[in-house]
Antibody
């Protein structure tokens, strides 16, 4: 069965960077894109970007350009999301979600990783 | 960016009664390939979101048939024919037609 298992919670200071991992299993990793979505406490969903494990192509929203980097390692079926120059408003639950290619929806989600930014 | 606007913010419903959520996009979600990439997601308390409906009206595997989606262009609706206790959640619409993908603000369905 398809599973996306994310790395554990992180606590970071403002200005630091964080990397969240998302290990996929149960399907051919290379042929499905991975999206990252975050949710601030008590807030809605915010799309952070998409990566194709097949060729490394990415799309990021303008708001996060320059601060977010998404990568994948096909040898371990793992996707990574690095966010730099952390601020307090980056405190959120971060999710990876598989892109159901051709339907442009997110069919499987990781369990979420809480990133807390606090001095 | 395409702005997704959901109404209402909150929907108190009696068990067994229907519920309806609207989602409006700031521009048409019709893609040049002929599809419209509008999805509905459900997020129960303490859980990640899960997809219920994609491409306006296609029910995802395992989703009960009391959930249905409809609409076209810029106006879309999610209907729950008879609300059950397990349907208490926040519902989000999402567009996948154009980068950046965007979500509606969410509608909380709760039991009266």
């Amino acid at each position: 069965q398809v599973q996306l298992v994310q790395s554990g919670a992180e606590v970071k200071k403002p200005g630091a960077s964080v990397t969240v991992s998302c290990k996929a299993s149960g399907y051919t990793f290379a042929i499905y894109g991975i999206n990252w979505v975050r949710q601030a406490p008590g807030q809605g969903l915010e799309w952070m970007g998409w990566i194709s494990p097949y060729n490394g192509n990415t799309h990021y929203p303008q708001k996060l350009q320059g601060r977010v980097t998404m990568t994948t390692d096909t040898s371990t079926s793992t996707a990574y999301m690095e966010l730099k120059s952390l601020r307090s408003d980056d405190t959120a639950l971060y999710y990876c979600a598989r892109d159901r290619s051709g339907d442009e929806t997110f069919d499987y989600w990781g369990q979420g990783t809480l990133v807390t930014v606090s001095s | 960016d395409i702005v997704m606007t959901q109404t209402p913010l909150s929907s108190p419903v009696t068990l067994g009664q229907p519920a309806s959520i609207s989602c409006r996009s700031s521009q048409s979600l019709a893609h040049s390939d002929g599809n419209t990439y509008l999805s509905w997601l459900q997020q129960r308390p303490g859980q990640p979101p899960r997809v219920l409906i994609y491409k306006i009206s296609k029910r995802f595997s395992g989703v009960p048939d009391r959930f249905s989606g409809s609409g076209a262009g810029t106006d879309f609706t999610l209907k729950i024919s008879r609300v059950e206790a397990e349907d208490v959640a926040i519902y989000y619409c999402m567009q996948g037609t154009q980068f950046p993908f965007t979500f509606g603000g969410g509608t909380k369905v709760e039991i009266k």
